[in-house]
């Protein structure tokens, strides 16, 4: 049992990890349209 734990954490700490770059993506994605939009 202690093993599918270890895995599951492990599965758990990607995805989370796979979330929070996805987040830090598009604020940055949304960040540089933002500087783009405005007027020179």
Same mark, same amino acid.
């Not at 492990?10 to 796979?18: K, L, T």
């Given at each position: 049992?202690?093993?599918? /734990? ?5 599965? =758990?700490?990607?995805? *989370? !990890?796979?979330? /929070? ?5 598009? =604020?940055?994605?949304? *960040? !540089? ?8």
């Amino acid at each position: 049992m202690a093993r599918i /734990a270890m895995v599951f954490g492990m599965v =758990g700490a990607a995805v *989370a !990890g796979a979330v /929070a770059l996805s987040y830090l993506a598009n =604020g940055l994605r949304q *960040a !540089g349209q933002g500087q783009q939009a405005k007027p020179g």
